[in-house]
């Protein structure tokens, strides 16, 4: 069924919908599996659900969000409302850069998806709603199983990626598996200061104390493994990290701190044009790699094509890429992007025809004359942050708030 085939009767389709689901005959239907590529050449996975379980998803999620936006904590900020990408990098920007940090845990769970457990899923989700409807609802889903091949098989793990609710799931199976968990091992179990910003199942801790961010590794790796899940061995690792981790690397003769991965982004060690320490971000070069071999298949599908519409396409292609990566201190990662695209560009002109006579002066004006030049787009971490997370002061009229990476904690 496609969105097309089923507007042409839709007041009548979404009537029938609406009844079947409060008569109790609404019956999910199983997700078709598909394959999308990975950075790392690998494919993940996703489940695409049928028409009306969308519908259904979508009135669903927006009931438990209003429902849940009132337990989440601070540091979640994956698929959250007013939340995004950008806003849990800040946090972690702000936290490191404001708070006592001298090690960062890196950690990613393994499939996560996969290797949710549905039994304790349901009685998360038992455990704060009272309408047993709601709950009917999700086992539906969670039992209705995947399409593959022709065939359909079923699975007491996991939740479909992909699918409307999924993402809303997996901040509720998270919620009760890691935050409020990793909340009471700051409060009862640090001995130094701790910063934790969690997006999806990507996860950053910082540390003040070595010994603390071991022991946390290890409850934590006994945390999961009680909930069907693990840390990733290779992509999850605690480093120095931190304000003054280069001078005390240094008078132990080691060299640059190292570098972690979140969000898309590379975290390092550096300093501002006046000496201070500033945490850099730059575009990680994976992915970067993977976006340019996207744009060279893609130019060579639209070899032939005019150059007028090929030239919109780019400059949509590198605004897009601009919009996501144009963050401070990253100004350089924009321009080596851009330089690539506009090489990827006239190599395409150039092999449209053996006679081509494409010059790269012609290339340069079309450069100038399509595609954006690098700019930086995001304010500063601490300037959003701060515009989000206000501070309180005397006389403002708002009771004391005090500030974590993770936001704001009354």
């Not at 409020?180 to 130094?192: M, P």
């Not at 979140?262 to 300093?271: A, E, M, N, S």
């Not at 006239?346 to 030049?373: C, F, H, V, Y």
Request: positive net charge; proline residues 4%; glycine residues 8%.
């Amino acid at each position: 069924m496609t969105w097309q085939a089923y507007e042409a009767d839709l007041d009548r389709r979404i009537e029938d919908l609406r009844d079947r689901v409060h008569r109790g005959a609404y019956r999910a239907q199983p997700s078709r599996r598909r394959f999308i590529p990975k950075p790392d050449g690998r494919q993940r996975p996703l489940a695409v659900a049928a028409l009306e379980d969308k519908i259904v998803q979508r009135a669903t999620a927006a009931v438990l969000n209003a429902i849940y936006e009132e337990d989440f904590l601070g540091f979640s900020y994956g698929f959250r409302p007013g939340r995004g990408q950008h806003d849990a990098r800040d946090a972690l920007v702000v936290g490191i850069e404001h708070r006592k940090v001298n090690h960062i845990l890196d950690a990613d769970i393994a499939g996560f998806f996969d290797g949710v457990s549905q039994k304790w899923l349901l009685r998360f989700v038992e455990h704060r709603v009272g309408d047993p409807r709601i709950t009917r609802l999700i086992q539906k889903w969670l039992k209705a199983g995947i399409l593959e091949d022709g065939e359909v098989t079923t699975s007491e793990q996991g939740t479909g990626q992909g699918s409307v609710i999924s993402p809303l799931l997996a901040n509720v199976y998270l919620h009760y598996v890691f935050d409020l968990w990793a909340e009471r091992w700051r409060r009862r179990e640090a001995t130094g200061d701790m910063i934790v910003v969690r997006y999806a199942d990507d996860i950053a801790v910082g540390f003040e104390q070595g010994a603390d961010a071991r022991r946390f590794w290890d409850a934590m790796r006994e945390r999961l493994w009680e909930f069907s899940l693990t840390l990733h061995p290779d992509k999850t690792r605690l480093i120095e990290f931190g304000r003054h981790v280069a001078a005390r690397r240094a008078q132990r003769g080691l060299g640059k701190p190292e570098t972690f991965n979140f969000l898309g982004f590379t975290f390092f060690c550096g300093k501002s044009r006046r000496g201070k320490f500033l945490i850099h971000r730059k575009t990680r070069r994976d992915r970067m790699r993977a976006k340019l071999r996207e744009i060279k298949e893609e130019l060579r599908r639209r070899m032939h094509h005019s150059i007028l519409d090929q030239g919109r396409w780019l400059r949509q292609v590198v605004s897009g890429f601009f919009n996501y990566h144009a963050v401070p201190t990253n100004s350089a990662a924009l321009g080596a992007f851009r330089h690539h695209v506009i090489t990827l560009w006239g190599r395409t002109l150039r092999q449209r025809s053996q006679k081509d006579r494409t010059r790269w002066d012609r290339i340069a004006k079309l450069k100038n004359e399509w595609l954006p030049e690098p700019q930086i787009l995001h304010p500063w971490p601490s300037q959003r942050f701060a515009v989000k997370h206000p501070r309180w002061e005397p006389g403002a009229g708002i009771p004391l708030a005090r500030i974590c990476a993770g936001g704001v904690q009354q």
